[in-house]
């Protein structure tokens, strides 16, 4: 079963967007720098989104120790105060961030692209030859200024980068391009030099200005969400309307939406009816009505009605405000297969600096310095880190946003991986592959009790409880127009029952298993069970005053698209497997409807976990799909744990995913996305490998005794951006991938 790590219980993570990093090497080397930082137990950075991961125990990090450790390598953080930010606040300076770099790309690439037509043109109209390193110094020195001052500041800390190598390469070929001039029997055409000088820093910092706009498609799933919520709200203050700022919201007060309207916060209608768009949230496309009583979600765009609602949950506490939170954390987390390209791009600029030096040598030897000087820039400059560092997170940014668009949520990039590995799929049975809404079929009674005041005590002690057949024996009594009195004392106890004071009577009702381990009658318990399992129903056994006063029979109808999420599952080679604490009766009728061979009923909580974990040890994957408090164990056992959304908060934070919409066919979704996610990661380490293990012998010529043409060091810079661009373009496939 896959370990999954944990943090120190009085840990705090902190998330934060990171300024100025170019390539893998600059994430490996803020890991560093923050790891030295007092209070920082552990860092995980993310190239791809531009942030770090802060675990921290103890006492809160030095701020300003955080952020003078940054600047020694060049690197920024937001202003002001780290902890308790909001994701608008991160979002925002990434943004900034991001547009800054995006337009330093731009104008150097401008820069060096007249500069380069400019050396053409004094070449070419055989201008003096004395204005070409004049013509080339502001490319390579001004217009590839963040090049040099970030490969120098790499250098200085003894953790050189790409833009080390870059920054080699054009000062190289630029340094030999003005020697050129005096001591051309030595170096050659000064012109060659110069021409890869500005052609690198032009194709370089072309490739960059292309990778950051392809990388902002590739991100813009949290700024989407975001956007989704209106920045104002009007709510009703002393019997007036009054337009309000979201964050100035209060739970409880009421708030009013008009018909076209966006929902601001989470809340319960108190007025009027409407239908609501709650596709951000469901992905499922189709209006839903909504009236007094029922929830409402911020971000749902109203219909043609007015409604007021209670607000019970806004900004960050809202369902919208958590999703948000959990994409943006699961596109800053690290997949374990990253680990191969992080070792990978540690050593891979020291080689590279080696290679180029051997190269230089060898070919001084053979053919002279101009042939040196030209095959150890190329060498220099078509190395790419860049690729491989991108190779993982860019597929995880598209993955987690395209779920949170298909109204799937995948926490972390750990379980987008783990759930690509899974053979089986377990459900729990009520809410998951049921409709979660079951019926009264009948009611068994003790001699000597009520049926009607059974119901009516029974129905008050399960009025607080969150399960679906509590909801079922709660809608039967009151349809019978039965009186509930308040409960008191109200204790759940998980896969066995609920307990609470009623009117001066202690009332337990739970499982026949659970009530035969309380020393209840076993001969009633046996009639009572045997005769409502007999009819495929579902019996709960009630006890009043510690006597067996009665048992309840329930039915729960399997969902019209539980067959078809089957049957998905089965295409993709995914065994389903049915573990239920329900009657084993019931539960098999289910499994023989649906044409689940694995049926399991009786289940504690537990005994759920120990399945799963006793599978795994058989050496299967297995996830497990519910809803429920009782499968919060069997969540966390699993390899993945997929909670339903409309299930428990409890289930919700043990699972590894959600599906935001109660339907069973997400699951299938979701191990399509996960495999399709993992299938592209791989794609972009080979293309990474393939790319640097064919592209660095041939710039170091060692091909050209076979008449292979050696690549030019302007051709290297081509390519070497080339290949980050193709990287992030085919993570960005992910967008548009068909997942039916």
Known sequence: MQAQQKTPTDARVLQVPIRGMSCQACAQKVERLLDGVDGIARTEVNFGSRSAKLTLAGDPPDETAMRAALERGGFGIPDGPLTGRSVEADVSFGEDAERDELARNRLGFAVAAIGTVALMLVHGLHLPHVLGPLIAAPVVFWAGRDLLSRGWRAGRLGAPDMNTLVGLGTTTAWLAGALALP??????????????????????????????????????????????????????????????????????QLVLVRPGERVPVDGSVMNGSTTLDESHLTGESFPVERGPGEKVFAGSINGAGSISLQAGAVGAASALGRITRAVREAQGSRAPIQRLADRVSAVFVPVVLAAALVTLLTWWVLDGPQSAVSHAVAVLVIACPCALGLATPTAILVASGRGAREGVLIRTADALERLAQVDAVAFDKTGTLTAGEPTVKAVRVAEGVDPEELLALVAAAEVPSEQPLSGAIVRHARGLGLSLRPAQDFQAEPGRGIRATVDGHQVWVGSPRAAAGRGLDAATLESWVTDLAGEGWTPVVAEI????????????????????????????????????????????????????????????????????????????????????????????????????????????????????????????????????????????????????????????????????????PSFAAAAMSASSVCVVLNSLRLRWKNLS
């Open 545 to 712: 005053d510690g006597r067996a006063a009665g048992a309840i029979g329930l039915f729960d109808s399997a969902r019209p698209e539980s067959a078809e999420a089957l049957a998905q599952l089965r295409e993709l080679g995914i065994a389903p497997i049915l573990l239920s604490g329900d009657d084993s009766a019931a539960v098999g009728r289910l499994a023989l409807e649906l044409g689940i061979e694995d049926a399991r009923g009786r289940l504690l909580p537990e005994e759920k976990a120990a399945a799963i974990e006793a599978m795994a040890d058989a050496g299967r994957r297995v996830a497990m799909v519910g809803d429920g408090i009782n499968d919060a164990p069997a969540l966390a056992a699993a390899h993945v744990g997929i909670a339903m959304g409309g299930g428990a908060d409890v289930a919700l934070e043990a699972a590894d995913c959600a599906l935001l919409r109660d339907d069973p066919r997400r699951v299938a979704l979701l191990l399509r996305l996960s495999r399709s996610a993992l299938s592209t990661i791989r794609v972009n380490l080979f293309w990474a490998f393939a790319y640097n293990l064919v592209g660095l012998p041939l710039a170091a010529g060692v091909a050209a005794p076979l008449g292979v043409v050696s690549v030019s």
């Open 183 to 252: 001591f051309p029997e030595w170096l050659g055409d000064a012109g060659a030099h110069l021409h890869a000088a500005t052609m690198i820093t032009a194709f370089v910092l072309l490739g960059r200005w292309m990778e950051s706009r392809a990388r902002t498609k590739a991100g813009d799933a949290v700024r989407a969400l975001l956007e989704l919520a209106p920045a104002t709200a009007r709510v009703l203050r002393r019997g007036e309307e009054v337009e309000v700022p979201l964050d100035e919201v209060r739970v409880g």
